[in-house]
């Protein structure tokens, strides 16, 4: 069974940075998008950003310029740089993973393995 263990998160001020990090259980080069979700209290999950095995990404509008993902093959580990951190950013994010299908807007319904999340929490 493939495990995706996210680890990075914490408590940051407003204006701070964080790196996730998301660690593989198999090689990421069997995933054909990676990414991140997050899902803040009472809210829907929705996708942060996602990579494609191709190098494609995609970011939601309110984490252009702020966030930057990117993948270690060497490694198996996807990481997730958030800059300028703001306090509606406070979620649990969740690394996910679409083994077959995808591109860089990996639908949840394309998701085959979610990792447990990390709490991320901004505060003002």
């Known amino acids: 069974q493939v495990q995706l263990v996210e680890s990075g998160g914490g408590l940051v001020q407003a204006g701070g940075s964080l790196r996730l990090s998301c660690a593989a259980s198999?090689?990421?080069?069997?995933?054909?998008?990676m990414g991140w979700y997050r899902q803040a209290p009472g809210k829907q999950r929705e996708l942060v950003t996602a990579i494609t095995s191709g190098g494609s990404t995609n970011y939601a509008e309110s984490v252009k310029g702020r966030f930057t993902i990117s993948k270690s093959n060497i490694k198996n580990t996807v990481y997730l740089q958030m800059n300028r951190l703001k306090p509606e950013d406070t979620a649990v994010y969740f690394c996910a993973a679409a083994s077959h299908t995808s591109g860089p807007n990996m639908p949840t319904s394309d998701v085959n393995y979610w990792g447990k999340g990390t709490q991320v929490t901004v505060s003002s």
């Open positions: 198999k090689s990421i080069f069997s995933f054909r998008t």
